[in-house]
């Protein structure tokens, strides 16, 4: 089942704030199209991963609702970052996965662009 | 080579051979060279993609997607769902792993023999041993070179040898390696002596032929005897191959027993007595620019625990992967990534005690499996020992990424606390599954075991497995260069001549 343009919003703007620009490092996720990713990763992953994927877009755009009244993507900076660093360290073992399967596609989104492998594999800190 | 590619075949496509091997990992590839240097017309049936040098992606992501199965995403099921991690491409796994290399352990084989005593008759160690040896020469098997090894290899021998652990530089079918670091997305130079670019050339040259991305469906059985095999090709061509002389499938421990089920072929334990060794690793922050990414991709292992069944190793990952496992998530994530070139991965493999099954699931394999709490001992051991030869090595702090746990540690003593103090739910760390043993047992006792002692189905004829389903157990070191052992042990048998 193909994903709505709502969901796709929800999808960058997650992934975004998991990989948000370092300032003056590295412009994370924020320059990079991600429809030409993500149509080879649908076709690669199995149909698990992209059930998992499509549900952790739903779970981590939401729940900031019952909290901020808000979703993710209507959320500053500051507190996108607290509720996904909460999320990530939860007692809730699918809320903990969900955030990784979050952080794997980010960072594979990221390093899958030339440009930013060789920005980031060249730099000595 | 001679390789007909699965994409181009349209329609129904038949065709006959002596032999037909399911799989061109290092178990069918072993196989297919061995008995097509007899004379025997053999062809080669692999569900993935020839993949050319050229075309050989550097990325994570583009090469998971181009040469893993299912992304290295393929859970197993259970209380805490452990990533399969295998290849899916012309050369199996061989073309994507870190090219170590081990021989059968003699104290493995002991269980074995032990267990089942006529299996000391089957396969003798000093046919095994003459094997390995002639494997370790053709591929070109040796220690890693110090000039290749890069900082990560380096510094895990510093850590070790601060522990009083034994270590060495890690075996490896290479040649002439330079140190690229990117074994995982197969060698861009060929320098990696995988099956793609060892036995598969040659036994096309014997006259063995290859299809790739063709998915084997059914083992085709007539009044039981193996006859042959029914595929469906990636152009959608219903293929059907004919064997006169055998069957043997070399699928890997998952995918042979779920094809035996999905073909019907019930008898005995098939699919039962899955064994793996579940893998762990620990990141580590050191002061200066270590780039995890260069070097050779794994260089250097620890041995000093084995007796316990756990190992350590250096991990050469592909940035994303190595970024993934930073700890942290947004704006920490990014500081992380701008510092990349300071962190570091090691990994332990455990040997478990536990074991899982294997069934069909569609298309499909779905292997349930859960750690035992002696696994789990293991694995809190293992996270202690590593930490602590991180420290040892001069990292500045280590992040071990367990839940419930410090998220950071700089003390050595507080790391050593892990041990009694580390969770042994499954679900607190992070772990993957590689190497894959026992699903089709070798055995005896028919109702023990899927095979006879020389590799034969023992209720269908003229049907082999040669892959490592048929190990009685898992080794507790990696077993590419004791899969291919036994499955030349396999082609021998099937020839009928003892080595």
Not at chain 1, 36 to 62: G, I, K, M, Q, S
Not at chain 2, 242 to 268: E, F, K, M, N, Y
Not at chain 2, 355 to 366: D, L, M, Y
Request: proline share 6%; glycine share 10%; with cysteine.
């Amino acid at each position: 089942m193909s994903w709505t343009a709502a969901e796709r919003r929800w999808r960058d703007a997650l992934l975004r704030a998991v990989l948000p620009p370092d300032p003056e490092r590295h412009p994370g996720l924020g320059e990079v199209d991600l429809e030409p990713f993500f149509a080879d990763f649908l076709a690669a992953a199995p149909p698990l991963l992209r059930a998992a994927f499509r549900a952790t877009v739903w779970v981590l755009t939401w729940l900031p609702a019952f909290t901020f009244k808000r979703p993710l993507h209507r959320l500053p900076e500051g507190d996108r970052d607290g509720f996904l660093r909460r999320a990530g360290g939860s007692r809730s073992y699918l809320l903990r996965q969900m955030v990784s399967v979050a952080k794997a596609v980010a960072c594979f989104a990221f390093f899958r662009q030339p440009e930013l492998r060789g920005r980031v594999a060249r730099r000595a800190s | 080579m001679n390789v007909i590619e699965g994409a181009d075949l349209r329609g129904s496509y038949q065709a006959s051979f002596d032999v037909v091997v399911v799989g061109s990992g290092p178990a069918g590839a072993a196989v297919a060279l061995e008995l097509s240097g007899s004379g025997a017309r053999v062809a080669i049936v692999e569900e993935g993609p020839l993949v050319r040098r050229s075309e050989l992606p550097e990325d994570g992501f583009s090469a998971m997607a181009r040469l893993y199965r299912d992304l290295g995403a393929n859970l197993t099921r259970g209380r805490a769902p452990m990533p399969i991690v295998q290849g899916r491409a012309v050369g199996g796994t061989s073309l994507v792993n870190g090219a170590i290399s081990w021989r059968l352990p003699r104290e493995v084989w002991d269980e074995w023999v032990s267990e089942d005593p006529p299996l000391s008759q089957a396969l003798p160690w000093e046919e095994l041993e003459r094997t390995a040896k002639t494997v370790e020469q053709e591929l070109c098997i040796g220690p890693t070179e110090e000039a290749v090894a890069g900082p990560k290899n380096l510094l895990l021998a510093k850590g070790a040898q601060a522990l009083g652990l034994e270590h060495r530089p890690i075996r490896r079918n290479v040649r002439g390696c330079r140190g690229l670091g990117r074994c995982l997305q197969g060698c861009p130079e060929g320098n990696k002596t995988s099956m793609d670019v060892t036995y598969l050339p040659l036994a096309c040259e014997r006259g063995a032929r290859i299809y790739s991305s063709v998915r084997v469906r059914r083992v085709c059985e007539e009044r039981g005897s193996a006859t042959g095999i029914e595929a469906l090709s990636s152009g959608g061509a219903r293929v059907q191959l004919a064997a006169s002389q055998a069957v043997v499938l070399a699928a890997s421990a998952v995918q042979t027993p779920a094809l035996l089920l999905a073909s019907g072929i019930r008898h005995g334990p098939t699919g039962e007595g899955f064994q793996c060794h579940p893998g762990v690793s620990m990141a580590g922050r050191f002061p200066q620019p270590v780039r995890a990414w260069e070097g050779a991709t794994q260089g250097h292992e620890v041995i000093g625990l084995r007796g316990e069944g756990i190992k350590f190793e250096a991990l050469g990952y592909d940035l994303a992967i190595l970024a993934a496992r930073l700890k942290g998530v947004g704006r920490e994530l990014s500081r992380e990534i701008s510092s990349l070139d300071r962190w570091l991965n090691w990994g332990a493999a455990i040997r478990a005690a536990a074991r899982g099954t294997v069934r069909p699931a569609g298309a499909k394999a779905s292997v349930r499996f859960a750690l035992l709490p002696e696994d789990m001992r293991k694995v809190r051991r293992g996270v202690r020992v590593l930490g602590e030869m991180m420290l040892a090595a001069g990292a500045e702090y280590v992040a071990p990424g367990v839940f419930g746990w410090h998220e950071r540690v700089a003390d050595r003593a507080v790391m050593a606390r892990f041990e009694e103090e580390g969770p042994l739910d499954p679900r607190a760390y992070s772990m993957a599954v590689t190497h894959m043993f026992g699903t089709c047992r070798l055995g005896s006792d028919p109702n023990r075991s899927v095979l006879r002692p020389d590799f034969r189905h023992h209720a269908v004829d003229r049907l082999f497995v040669a892959d490592s389903s048929a190990f009685p157990s898992n080794t507790g070191v990696n077993p590419q260069t004791a899969i291919i052992t036994l499955a030349r042990t396999c082609a021998r048998r099937i020839l009928g001549v003892r080595g």
